[in-house]
């Protein structure tokens, strides 16, 4: 991590400019499937491979390009990966290529590299690619002589062109391969399947209409196993988990049972390709017979390769005719199929791609004859380098548990991350009979506090469910801590929170309001409803409010129970946590309307947009956004600049507007500087710029606090705010003495964060000297590691640490998916810990 009151680094720091890539020739590829953010790693190689002086090339069409040569093959410039960002697919082609994988094929393949002198490959596509390009580059020095005896190339060319190295980026919607927690392309996928997922819901609900969905993914779960979790699903099926043997009846049971509560939505998920365990395919039509009548809507998603415990696969239409003929529904099926491919690529593919793009290089330039092929993986907080053919290893592993039915070793192999959402997804898809539950005389409050951010219902969602599933009595508190003062409490049941993961803001209602004026009301509104434990939601008010409730423990003797704190705030600017619930929705709001802006510049050129971002103090917005976005500047707090900043950065914008990138973006944090305002900035570039480039300005203001929570955003609520309620649970156990729950322990309010590899309670009291109170951010910061990077894919000279870049490690070290997508060496939380 680093900020402004971290110790300085030791002089051992290695920088990226002293990795030379001079007289080195770089080419990219993007082959397989395609998926959304391929051209951000197309665009972080080209730009770090001409940064560091390397000659980079286009690949165009995959393996077949290769192999055909030619055009095809096309030196790179800076200005040809221009608007490439935000573009969907791969501008470069991917193409199937059977004359690669003969001998005959590879053969040519290697003549047009030699003959351009191209040594290094970074290969972006799925296992298949990836295991082409490591049987080409074995037989790299077979290939070179044979071509010398052909008389195609001549000694010299052997000798220059002795060793080719390669480098591997996963780009893949499936998430399916072992080594990486996620792959590029899936977060954009699951944006596809949630935004349609979300629209059929409201149809579904007007016409008492059943909806069975298929999913992508091939023979991996995962799509359909997160889009459960993030629309609240009632029934997935998926590769992984097949159904035990009278499923049919024990799902319309469920349908019944649910709707005969008066439930108006039920949501059932099915992979592409279920079975149940006999190998049955599992269709739509069972359903349709027990559906109950009360009951509105069920959704129905199938993944793709989903089967029975037979291997047999389980089909959307299966399905439907199971609900027609079972339940009575109306019953549609629809099948994503290709929209999940489509569309512009999330921030999170943006910022992932580009890291793992810039990473390549790296890897690349420090490859020596002995480096083995190697992909670039992402493992908790860490970008790492992985062998190539160990990963793919451990990717047919997961196959041959499949095929030998042995379905709970494929989960094990999928990894830790993939095992919490699958048990996340049960704790909270059925409501169990009480006579079911654990026996539990405890009382748990939930709230909000703080300003509203996306995915702070979807957390209330998975509180209470697990909470009620522990056995205990769940109560909501309105309006944050002002409303726990006036008493606005009241229980809060299984079905009251149906349907509010897609939900944005904060339906139990939040404020900024702080507790320490209303201790005693407070503490009387917790005796009087006989509060055992608080889980508090929120931003920086939340935490401090958790700070002031536990110091007034010797006091209140109310206030010695369980607390803990999940933080939920767009900014991310808690102490002890590298992210928070809500900050990726708003750096999704803030790329579309940067993506909108540079789209309206393109007519117009010569024009340079001045923006403002939301986060207090905190550039995290500003910073993460303006990667994702391809800003040129971004103004920040934590980062200090002055006039003669501002002068080099107008230099900077005018000598672009001489070359065919006629357009600018510049970012500003909102309290980055108080008297450098954004309309300052504005003036300055008008006035600086005149006669070259012309300026608008654009406030984006509460928007990033509104509208849908993204993916990331439903699912890291649902899975923080589970985890928060069992640590409530064990700890309430642990303080239960003489009849009743007392603890006054430090580590017993908490904050629950995320902290590179791993989700962590930290005592509030702790966190102290971590905070800067008067900013309210955190002293030392991850993200600003994300600058240089910045900085260097805008075509500023920077310093660039890579003393943590990831090194080559191997498989055994780092289990396949063991920890929560995040990317190490400041790559953007808001990419970790949800999937």
């Known amino acids: 991590m680093a900020g402004n009151a971290g110790p300085k680094r030791q002089d051992t720091r290695k920088f990226v400019e002293n990795l030379s890539g001079a007289g080195k020739c770089i080419a990219v590829l993007t082959s397989g499937g395609?998926?959304?953010?391929?051209?951000?790693?197309?665009?972080?190689?080209?730009?770090?491979g001409i940064y560091v002086g390397a000659k980079v090339y286009f690949i165009h069409e995959g393996y077949q390009g290769m192999v055909d040569g030619g055009d095809n093959i096309k030196e790179a410039t800076?200005?040809?990966?221009?608007?490439?960002?935000?573009?969907?697919?791969?501008?470069?082609?991917?193409?199937?290529?059977?004359?690669?994988?003969?001998?005959?094929?590879?053969?040519?393949?290697?003549?047009?590299?030699?003959?351009?002198?191209?040594?290094?490959?970074?290969?972006i596509g799925g296992d298949g690619s990836l295991t082409g390009a490591n049987l080409f580059r074995e037989e790299w020095s077979g290939l070179l002589n044979e071509l010398l005896e052909q008389g195609d190339i001549n000694?010299?060319?052997?000798?220059?062109?002795?060793?080719?190295?390669?480098?591997?980026?996963?780009?893949?919607?499936?998430?399916?391969?072992?080594?990486?927690?996620?792959?590029?392309?899936?977060?954009?996928?699951?944006?596809?399947?949630?935004?349609?997922?979300?629209?059929?819901?409201?149809?579904?609900?007007?016409?008492?209409?059943?909806f069975v969905l298929e999913v992508m993914g091939r023979h991996c779960g995962y799509l359909a196993l997160v889009s459960a979790l993030a629309c609240g699903a009632d029934?997935?099926?998926?590769?992984?988990?097949?159904?035990?043997?009278?499923?049919?009846?024990?799902?319309?049971?469920?349908?019944?049972?649910?709707?005969?509560?008066g439930s108006r939505l039920n949501i059932i998920i099915v992979a592409e390709g279920a079975t149940d365990r006999q190998g049955q395919h599992i269709t739509s039509s069972f359903v349709k017979d027990?559906?109950?009548?009360?009951?509105?809507?069920?959704?129905?998603?199938?993944?793709?390769?989903?089967?029975?415990?037979?291997?047999?696969a389980i089909t959307p239409d299966y399905i439907k005719d199971l609900v027609v003929r079972c339940l009575g529904f109306d019953t549609r099926v629809t099948i994503l199929g290709h929209v999940q491919r489509g569309g512009t690529p999330s921030a999170f593919d943006r910022i992932l791609a580009s890291r793992m793009g810039v990473e390549a290089v790296l890897a690349l330039l420090e490859a020596s004859t002995e480096t083995p092929a190697c992909v670039v993986s992402l493992v908790g907080n860490q970008a790492v380098r992985l062998p190539l053919m160990e990963c793919v290893q451990m990717t047919q592993e997961v196959q041959k548990a499949m095929d030998e039915k042995k379905f709970d070793e494929a989960v094990r192999l999928r990894g830790r991350s993939f095992e919490n959402n699958l048990s996340t997804y049960r704790l909270l898809s059925y409501r169990k009979l009480d006579s079911e539950l654990p026996n539990s005389s405890f009382n748990v409050a939930v709230m909000n506090v703080g300003a509203p951010a996306a995915g702070m219902n979807a957390a209330v969602r998975s509180a209470v469910r697990v909470?009620?599933?522990?056995?205990?009595?769940?109560?909501?508190?309105?309006?944050?801590?002002e409303g726990f003062a006036k008493g606005q409490i009241k229980e809060i049941k299984w079905g009251d929170v149906g349907g509010w993961t897609g939900q944005g803001g904060s339906l139990l209602g939040t404020k900024r309001t702080l507790p320490a004026k209303h201790l005693a009301k407070i503490a009387e509104q917790m005796r009087i409803h006989n509060i055992n434990a608080l889980l508090v939601i929120g931003g920086f008010e939340a935490y401090v409010g958790l700070l002031e409730l536990s110091s007034a423990r010797d006091e209140y003797p109310e206030f010695c129970v369980p607390m803990v704190m999940v933080p939920a705030t767009v900014s991310n600017n808690i102490p002890g946590s590298d992210l928070s619930i809500g900050s990726d929705t708003a750096l999704n709001a803030i790329t579309d309307t940067c993506d909108r802006i540079k789209q309206s510049a393109s007519g117009t050129k010569r024009r340079v947009f001045i923006i403002e971002t939301m986060g207090g103090y905190c550039g995290y917005l500003a910073t993460v956004g303006g990667l994702a976005a391809g800003a040129d500047t971004v103004y920040i707090y934590e980062e200090t600049f002055d006039i003669r900043d501002l002068q080099a950065n107008v230099e900077h914008l005018t000598q672009k507007m001489k070359t065919s990138i006629q357009r600018g973006l510049v970012l500003r944090n909102e309290n980055c500087n108080e008297n450098f305002t954004t309309d300052f900035i504005y003036q300055l570039y008008s006035?600086?710029?005149?006669?070259?480039?012309?300026c608008r300005k654009n406030i984006l203001g509460h928007m990033q606090q509104g509208g849908a929570p993204s993916p990331f955003d439903r699912n890291f609520g649902t899975k923080v705010a589970a985890k928060a309620m069992q640590w409530i649970t064990r700890t309430l156990k642990e303080s239960y003495k003489g009849g009743k729950v007392f603890t006054n322990a430090e580590d017993t309010a908490c904050l629950l964060g995320m902290r590179r590899r791993a989700m962590v309670f930290q005592p509030v009291a702790q966190l102290r000297e971590e905070t800067d109170f008067e900013h309210r951010i955190p002293k030392e910061q991850w993200w600003l590691k994300l600058r240089p990077l910045m900085k260097i894919l805008a075509k500023y000279k920077t310093s660039y640490d890579v003393s943590d870049a990831g090194q080559l490690e191997h498989v055994t070290r780092v289990r396949p998916k063991d920890f929560q997508p995040s990317v190490g060496n400041g790559f953007h939380q808001t990419f970790c810990c949800t999937f």
Do not use: Y
Not at 292 to 312: F, P, Q
């Open 78 to 123: 800076w200005e040809s990966v221009s608007s490439m960002l935000q573009v969907g697919g791969t501008v470069i082609g991917s193409a199937r290529c059977k004359e690669f994988r003969t001998h005959e094929g590879r053969l040519k393949a290697a003549r047009n590299l030699v003959q351009r002198g191209i040594t290094n490959l970074c290969v």
């Open 34 to 48: 395609d998926a959304q953010g391929m051209n951000a790693a197309v665009r972080a190689v080209v730009r770090m």
């Open 155 to 210: 000694e010299e060319a052997v000798n220059s062109n002795s060793v080719l190295h390669i480098v591997g980026m996963v780009g893949s919607i499936d998430n399916d391969f072992c080594g990486t927690d996620m792959t590029i392309g899936t977060d954009s996928a699951l944006h596809r399947i949630i935004e349609v997922v979300d629209a059929i819901m409201t149809t579904a609900q007007s016409h008492q209409r059943t």
């Open 687 to 694: 006035e600086e710029g005149r006669g070259v480039f012309d």
């Open 290 to 312: 027990n559906r109950a009548d009360k009951k509105r809507l069920n959704i129905i998603i199938v993944a793709e390769g989903a089967i029975d415990s037979h291997n047999k």
């Open 467 to 481: 909470g009620i599933t522990e056995g205990h009595k769940m109560f909501a508190v309105n309006d944050g801590f």
């Open 235 to 261: 029934w997935v099926f998926i590769p992984e988990m097949p159904p035990d043997d009278g499923w049919e009846d024990n799902m319309c049971q469920k349908l019944s049972e649910s709707r005969s509560r």
